[in-house]
């Protein structure tokens, strides 16, 4: 691969698209978009949300030390956006977005009822990085649409459209699987099978149009000529 060097900078993309709902002491709400938001922790469940100081949103975290982050579809792409450009300083973004807001179960900040997931969390640190603070939070509890679970209780987020965003851009987050966790190593023949059109990069690069679909059988048609 021909590379160019970039000064030091945050190329990890995509990332996930959260809007983050708050309430501060007087319960005013509020809601923007973080850019920078992920898993740190499987026991206990944590995750951390990177604000910048001068956000609005910034504020009614820090001051009760709470928050309510929101996965929203790709149906809600417009108002996500609306919400990370528009300040809760002059706008009532919540009103302004018609969202639904409900009450959060063990937290005060509500969360958006038109979002398919919600995660609610208490902060349990706050290490100022630069021109970001980074919030590490335990989650308290979440919010699952029932229609994105199957009969064995397994959450599909690939049902729930939701978005990425990627170098300022919004993208759909795709539905098809390329592999799971383990496959490369699998011994169920029903996984191996699964992904058995997947193959390594070297076998892709030597192929000139490499594809993940797996491979069509080839069907021969009886061709009869047509008597005159």
Not at 12 to 36: I, Q
Not at 201 to 218: A, E, H, S, V
Request: with cysteine; hydrophobic share 35%.
């Amino acid at each position: 691969m021909n590379k160019e060097l970039f000064k030091g900078s945050v190329v990890l993309n995509p990332v996930p698209v959260v809007m983050v709902t708050s309430r501060n002491k007087e319960g005013k709400d509020n809601v923007f978009t973080v850019a920078w938001a992920g898993t740190i922790c499987t026991k206990p469940p944590m995750l951390s949300i990177a604000i910048r100081p001068e956000r609005l949103s910034y504020e009614y975290i820090k001051e009760s030390m709470e928050f309510t982050v929101n996965l929203p579809n790709t149906f809600q792409v417009r108002e996500t956006d609306f919400c990370g450009v528009r300040s809760g300083r002059d706008t009532d973004k919540i009103k302004e977005m018609n969202f639904q807001m409900v009450e959060g179960t063990h937290i005060s900040a509500p969360y958006i009822s038109q979002c398919p997931i919600n995660i609610e969390c208490k902060v349990k640190q706050i290490i100022p990085l630069g021109t970001h603070d980074l919030f590490l939070a335990e989650v308290v509890g979440s919010h699952i649409e029932k229609s994105l679970m199957d009969e064995k209780g397994k959450i599909h987020f690939e049902w729930a459209n939701l978005i990425t965003y990627c170098h300022g851009e919004y993208l759909p987050m795709s539905k098809k699987a390329i592999g799971q966790f383990g496959f490369s190593v699998a011994k169920n023949v029903e996984i191996i099978e699964k992904f058995s059109h997947i193959k390594t990069y070297d076998q892709y690069m030597k192929n000139p149009k490499p594809t993940n679909k797996p491979l069509k059988k080839k069907t021969i048609k009886n061709k009869s000529k047509k008597k005159k």
